[in-house]
């Protein structure tokens, strides 16, 4: 007859002995033992574990989640522990904490203050730049080889990423920039018409849209859609050992997956700048015509003497830098992604926000640039 299963606890000079035996099964579990045990091992007046078998027949996981969680209490109680099992046992316990949690797959039990929180985010600044520098080392020869014809990237990679922030992002760039076109209008029109130059609105619009604001608003939005996406997938390839794989059979990761989305988001975001200029025109022109009463023909022909092709030549190099911010910040978020489903989540969110933060500063550095070549 199989025997039930069996904890006995004895306590001397504050030494814990716990010795298991019998038949350990899920559904012979005896939670107020195990339950007892663990408050032992916890006590104050423990100073020292001896784990011990003695009778110990057939077992399955609950018995080793027992051990595990004796072991765990003992070690960070940092009392003295003796484990004197069998050797299979002995080997799943050790095994159980050479395994350490993956980065972002729990929560970190000690949640540091305002201060301890920013100054270990100065701390983790140097290296985290230097991280940057490395990968961005490792992107430009890349490039290089790229176009040398040296580089492992495939057509096919770089057509699909062409489709996916071209043709799939055309309704959601047509929409915010033409309502945005159409608040620069109400904005400009609240000023200009107290002084019945609303006419000027044409050029305010137009200005306006082909210079900077086009760019800027198709870059806030593949930031969201497709610098997002990016670091979601790089992110799952990580977590998937996908990239270990590519590494493995001797194929760049950066060659082969970054190199693509690179020059899709660099050829696409001009283009679809040029879109969203028409856009906000176009949404200029609605308010112009149909609430400012100005006729169709003499709000286009102010449009085209207002605005000159250097306005645009400037808002198509915003485009491009920004199309390059967006696909380097995805792409780094995703390959430095670490491996877990929190993990990609982080990766995801970091990548938009560091993607819209290097939008903005760009468009500072650019807007500088010209003012001091005045153009």
Same mark, same amino acid.
């Given at each position: ?162 489709? +996916? ?7 959601? %760039?047509? /929409?915010? @920039?033409? !309502?945005? &076109? *159409?608040?620069? $209008? ?111 023909? +003499? ?7 207002? %605005?000159? /092709?250097? @306005?645009? !030549?400037? &808002? *198509?190099?915003? $485009? ?56």
């Amino acid at each position: 007859m199989t025997s039930a299963m069996q904890i006995h606890l004895h306590s001397e000079h504050g030494c814990l002995n716990i010795i298991v035996g019998g038949t350990w099964r899920l559904a012979r579990d005896r939670p107020d033992e195990i339950r007892q045990a663990l408050e032992l091992v916890n006590a104050p007046s423990t100073t020292g574990v001896l784990l011990k078998e003695d009778g110990l027949a057939t077992w399955d996981s609950s018995l080793l989640v027992f051990l595990v969680q004796i072991v765990r209490s003992a070690r960070e109680r940092k009392i003295a522990l003796e484990i004197q099992l069998n050797e299979g046992l002995s080997r799943l316990i050790a095994l159980a904490f050479e395994v350490k949690s993956q980065q972002g797959s729990q929560r970190e039990k000690h949640e540091p203050g305002f201060l301890e929180d920013l100054g270990g985010k100065v701390l983790d600044l140097g290296p985290k730049i230097i991280n940057f520098l490395e990968f961005l080392g490792e992107v430009i020869p890349a490039l290089g080889r790229l176009f040398l014809g040296r580089a492992t990237m495939r057509s096919q990679d770089f057509f699909q990423a062409l489709h +996916e922030c071209s043709l799939q992002a055309l309704p959601i %760039v047509a /929409v915010t @920039n033409l !309502l945005f &076109g *159409l608040i620069l $209008a109400f904005v400009g029109a609240v000023q200009l018409t107290q002084f019945g130059v609303q006419i000027y609105v044409a050029g305010l619009v137009g200005i306006a849209m082909l210079r900077v604001m086009g760019a800027v608003m198709v870059g806030i939005v593949m930031a969201g859609r497709v610098g997002a996406s990016y670091a979601a997938l790089i992110g799952t390839m990580q977590v998937n050992e996908e990239i270990d794989a590519l590494t493995t059979l001797g194929i760049s990761p950066v060659e082969f997956l970054i190199l693509p989305r690179i020059l899709a988001l660099v050829l696409m975001v001009p283009i679809l700048t040029i879109y969203a200029d028409v856009m906000g025109i176009i949404g200029g022109y609605l308010v112009g015509t149909i609430m400012l009463d100005i006729s169709p023909v +003499e709000y286009l022909n102010a449009t085209m003497s207002m %605005v000159n /092709v250097s @306005n645009g !030549l400037i &808002g *198509l190099v915003y $485009a491009s830098m920004f199309g390059f911010v967006i696909a380097l910040a995805g792409c780094y978020q995703g390959l430095r992604c670490g491996r877990s489903a929190q993990a990609v989540g982080q990766a995801t969110t970091t990548a938009v926000v560091h993607s819209i933060v290097g939008i903005i500063v760009m468009t500072a550095i650019i807007t500088v640039i010209c003012n001091i070549l005045n153009v």
